[in-house]
C-alpha cells in the first residue's frame, strides 16, 4: 500500500507550479493537480507520471475543488491569472472554494503564494516595499484588492494557512540562501527551485501556521 501524502496542487502548470510539481514528485509525493486544459500540448511530460492524478475544471467551480480535495492531505496553490487571463478576482474565488472543501473534506493544512503587494497587521515594510505594493495598488487595482480579500478570508478561518509573499520568482534550478521575514522583503527575487522547496518543507513546519511570510533569496 503506497503511503506517501497525496497533496493537491493548484497553478501547477504555472511557471513556478511546473518546478513545484517536479519538485514534489522528486521528494516521492503523490499528487492531484486541477488543469484548466488536460489536453494542451504545452504541458510537461512529468505530468503523465504515475503519482500525478489530473482532474480538469475551473477552480471557480466548488464541485470541481470539492472532487480535487477528496482523499488528498494538504493542499498547495500557486495560482496566477494564468494564460489567458483568469478574472482578477479568482484569488479570493478560488480561496472560498478551497476553504469550504477543505473543511468538508477534514484537511488542515492550505499553503499559496501572493505578492509582496499584500499588507497585514504584524508589518514594518521598508519604503522599498511599501513603493512596491503601492504601485501595484495603483496599476492593478482590483487583483491587489482581491489578494488582499484573499488574505482576510485566510486569517478569519480556522485553517492551518500560510500565505507565502514573494517577489520576482527567477525560472531557474539554481539553489540560493532563503531569507524569511514575516515584517518586509528581504530580496528581490527567489528562484523558482527554491520557492517549490520552502512550500513543500510548509506541509510539516508550524513555523508560519497562520501568518504571512516574505520570502526572498541572496
Known amino acids: 500500500m503506497?503511503?506517501?501524502?497525496?497533496?493537491?496542487?493548484?497553478?501547477?502548470?504555472?511557471?513556478?507550479?511546473?518546478y513545484l510539481v517536479k519538485e514534489l514528485l522528486r521528494q516521492?509525493?503523490?499528487?492531484?493537480l486541477l488543469i484548466r486544459?488536460?489536453?494542451?500540448?504545452?504541458?510537461?511530460?512529468?505530468?503523465?507520471?504515475?503519482a500525478v492524478e489530473i482532474l480538469e475544471g475551473n477552480i471557480r467551480d466548488y464541485e470541481v475543488v470539492r472532487r480535487l480535495m477528496q482523499g488528498c492531505d494538504a493542499v498547495i496553490s500557486t495560482l496566477g491569472l494564468g494564460i489567458p487571463n483568469s478574472e482578477p478576482t479568482i484569488f479570493s474565488q478560488s480561496t472560498q472554494?478551497?476553504?469550504?472543501?477543505?473543511n468538508e473534506c477534514n484537511i488542515e493544512r492550505y499553503i499559496v503564494t501572493t505578492g509582496?503587494?499584500?499588507?497585514?497587521?504584524?508589518?514594518?515594510?521598508?519604503a522599498k516595499t511599501?513603493?512596491?505594493t503601492e504601485w501595484m495598488k495603483t496599476n492593478f487595482p482590483i487583483s491587489t484588492a482581491d489578494k488582499q480579500r484573499e488574505y482576510e478570508l485566510l486569517s478569519s478561518s480556522e485553517?492551518?494557512?500560510?500565505?507565502?509573499?514573494?517577489?520576482?520568482?527567477?525560472?531557474?534550478?539554481?539553489?540560493?540562501?532563503?531569507?524569511?521575514?514575516t515584517e518586509d522583503m528581504l530580496g528581490e527575487r527567489i528562484s523558482a527551485t527554491d520557492l517549490a522547496c520552502?512550500?513543500?518543507?510548509?506541509?510539516s513546519d508550524r513555523t508560519y501556521w497562520q501568518k504571512a511570510p516574505f520570502i526572498g533569496s541572496v
Not at 516521492?28 to 492531484?32: A, E, M, N, T, V
Not at 485553517?159 to 521575514?181: C, F, G, M, N, Y
Not at 520552502?198 to 506541509?203: A, M, P, R, Y
Open 116 to 126: 509582496l503587494n499584500v499588507d497585514t497587521p504584524f508589518d514594518k515594510k521598508s
Open 97 to 102: 472554494n478551497i476553504l469550504r472543501a477543505m
Open 2 to 18: 503506497n503511503s506517501s501524502p497525496i497533496i493537491a496542487v493548484i497553478g501547477g502548470t504555472g511557471k513556478s507550479g511546473a
Open 198 to 203: 520552502f512550500l513543500i518543507t510548509q506541509l
Open 37 to 50: 486544459d488536460a489536453s494542451s500540448r504545452d504541458l510537461p511530460l512529468f505530468y503523465n507520471h504515475p
Open 28 to 32: 516521492g509525493f503523490r499528487l492531484k
Open 159 to 181: 485553517a492551518q494557512w500560510t500565505l507565502v509573499r514573494l517577489p520576482l520568482i527567477e525560472l531557474t534550478d539554481s539553489r540560493k540562501k532563503v531569507l524569511i521575514s
Open 130 to 132: 511599501q513603493f512596491s
